[in-house]
């Protein structure tokens, strides 16, 4: 069993940053994908940002190439997602994700979640 804990989000004006933490334990010594997803109300969830553990296979939404960079830290089993010029379009609820996979392309049966953290760009 694996689990995810979110941190890092809240309140920005629009032209503001935040960086999202997630940190994973359990049963994760495996090739795996850490990635962030989000969901404004009223909208389906979409993925943002992916990065493998392997390192080298990152994916970005064309929406927010060249103002978000996904990390991650093998070592402490964590992800994050560092966000820059922040605009009122960004705001939504922020998911992490892990699957155990060797890539962002390909679908597992092993899927966890974590319990999401809002984000809210607003003047």
């Known amino acids: 069993q694996v689990q995810l804990v979110e941190s890092g989000g809240g309140l920005v004006q629009p032209g503001g940053s935040l960086r999202l933490s997630c940190v994973a334990s359990g049963s994760i010594f495996r090739t795996n994908v850490m990635d962030w997803y989000r969901q404004a109300p009223g909208k389906q969830r979409e993925l943002v940002a992916a990065?493998?553990?392997?390192?080298?296979?990152?994916y970005y939404a064309d929406s927010v190439k060249g103002r978000f960079t996904i990390s991650r830290d093998n070592t402490k089993n964590t992800v994050y997602l560092q966000m820059n010029d922040l605009t009122p379009a960004d705001t939504a609820v922020y998911y992490c994700?892990?699957?155990?996979?060797?890539?962002?392309?390909?679908?597992?049966?092993?899927?966890?979640w974590g319990q999401g953290t809002q984000v809210t760009v607003s003047s």
């Open positions: 994700h892990l699957k155990f996979t060797g890539s962002w392309r390909v679908n597992s049966n092993e899927n966890y």
């Open positions: 990065s493998t553990s392997g390192g080298g296979d990152t």
